[in-house]
């Protein structure tokens, strides 16, 4: 239910993974809301409704299924508005000859709450033949949830988006010895993204380091009250803010071409958890040192200490501090991206497509 023009982590796998095993000569059709798009050739077959976690949603898309040849279709749930819609109803559905489901992160706490969706929840875990994790953290909130399935969970971190990507060595015509910096935060503008987090770690800095920097915010405004009072933070904190919105693939790039450093503070919430997160790969694959909180799946696309600097979201001294670091110290800023560079090079969606779908 995760689709471009839709760009959330979930968005970004599907259409990725969907991509590479297409790139490598599997017969693949992606199911996906009205309106979706796509710039790969794969097969994509619009659903006639639009895409949500809601009861309707997930009945139409039982609907759906029903219609399908099941028993002869190996069927990839690689969504959480689609997994929902397996746990409400894929128990009135013929088993596929394989069932695959991905669990990104905030699964796991959301359709865990009501005794009822638990109970499914497992069930269908239970028949699936593979589950894909993206990070450590979400294998081990996996297994504390249902230990039965730990012979069947497969860990592959993900990797960024191949439009994402430079087309070139980024390292060539990076300038880290800049003294004016471009600060750049990329998601959408909610609680859990901790942007709040990040500008008050900006207020709190020498007027000579916060003089030095721009802040970009890249992401659309998913909460409305939470975008307001960051806007008038940022007025308030004594540097330049700009808020970009939400940006097209070709814009994004430019973005990170254009910006120092990377910053994404998210935050633990009680239902939702930042899982992974493809965009610290994408920072890093333009040689951007990143700053980002230790929390759910984050350490296992920012290496703490290598391609970035991770702080205890509970010390906000400690991002002030990291952040201070990284202005004030070039040659951290350097090898922090040169690293993130290699780093990110060694992932890729061809190699997650091989190892889920059995693709040479």
């Known amino acids: 239910m995760e689709y471009p023009p839709i760009r959330g982590g979930a968005g970004v796998y599907c259409e990725e993974l969907a991509h590479a095993s297409y790139e490598l000569g599997g017969d693949i059709e992606v199911l996906a809301p009205m309106g979706a798009s796509s710039n790969s050739s794969v097969n994509l077959s619009q659903l006639p409704f639009n895409g949500s976690q809601d009861w309707c949603c997930s009945w139409k898309i039982k609907k759906f299924l029903k219609k399908q040849n099941l028993e002869k279709t190996a069927l990839h749930?690689?969504?959480?508005?689609?997994?929902?819609?397996?746990?409400?109803?894929?128990?009135?559905?013929?088993?596929?000859?394989?069932?695959?489901?991905?669990?990104?992160?905030?699964?796991?706490?959301?359709?865990?709450?009501?005794?009822?969706?638990?109970?499914?929840?497992?069930n269908l875990l239970k028949k699936a033949e593979i589950i894909h994790v993206l990070?450590?953290?979400?294998?081990?909130?996996?297994?504390?949830?249902?230990?039965?399935?730990?012979?069947?969970?497969?860990?592959?971190?993900?990797?960024?988006?191949?439009?994402?990507?430079?087309?070139?060595?980024?390292?060539?015509?990076?300038?880290?010895?800049?003294?004016?910096?471009?600060?750049?935060?990329?998601?959408?503008?909610?609680?859990?993204?901790?942007?709040?987090?990040?500008?008050?770690?900006?207020?709190?800095?020498?007027?000579?380091?916060?003089?030095?920097?721009?802040?970009?915010?890249?992401?659309?405004?998913?909460?409305?009250?939470?975008?307001?009072?960051?806007?008038?933070?940022?007025?308030?904190?004594?540097?330049d803010v700009k808020f970009l919105g939400d940006q097209k693939n070709k814009d994004l790039q430019e973005a990170y071409q254009q910006a120092d450093i990377f910053a994404l503070t998210s935050i633990s919430q009680a239902n939702s958890v930042e899982g992974f997160g493809i965009v610290y790969l994408e920072a890093s694959a333009h040689g951007l040192p990143i700053l980002a909180n230790r929390v759910g799946g984050v350490e296992?696309?920012?290496?703490?200490?290598?391609?970035?600097?991770?702080?205890?979201?509970?010390?906000?001294?400690?991002?002030?501090?990291?952040?201070?670091?990284?202005?004030?110290?070039?040659?951290?800023?350097?090898?922090?991206?040169?690293?993130?560079?290699?780093?990110?090079?060694?992932?890729?969606?061809?190699?997650?497509?091989?190892?889920?779908y059995e693709l040479a």
């Not at 004016?180 to 998601?187: H, R």
């Not at 090079?345 to 497509?353: F, M, Q, T």
């Open 77 to 122: 749930i690689a969504d959480p508005g689609a997994l929902r819609a397996m746990i409400r109803f894929g128990w009135t559905l013929p088993k596929p000859s394989k069932l695959i489901i991905t669990i990104h992160g905030s699964e796991i706490p959301k359709f865990s709450r009501n005794p009822v969706e638990r109970l499914f929840f497992r």
């Open 135 to 239: 990070s450590k953290y979400n294998k081990e909130k996996l297994l504390r949830f249902y230990p039965n399935i730990k012979n069947r969970i497969l860990l592959i971190p993900g990797a960024p988006a191949r439009d994402i990507i430079p087309k070139s060595n980024p390292l060539e015509n990076k300038d880290y010895s800049k003294k004016d910096l471009v600060l750049l935060c990329v998601g959408r503008i909610h609680p859990r993204k901790g942007q709040l987090l990040l500008l008050q770690a900006i207020e709190k800095l020498p007027i000579q380091l916060k003089e030095r920097i721009t802040c970009w915010f890249v992401g659309p405004q998913s909460k409305l009250g939470y975008a307001q009072k960051i806007i008038e933070k940022s007025n308030q904190i004594g540097c």
């Open 300 to 356: 296992d696309a920012v290496l703490d200490g290598k391609t970035g600097l991770l702080c205890d979201p509970q010390k906000q001294n400690q991002l002030q501090e990291n952040l201070k670091k990284l202005i004030e110290q070039p040659e951290k800023r350097k090898a922090l991206g040169e690293a993130g560079v290699a780093w990110t090079a060694k992932h890729s969606w061809e190699k997650i497509a091989q190892r889920l």
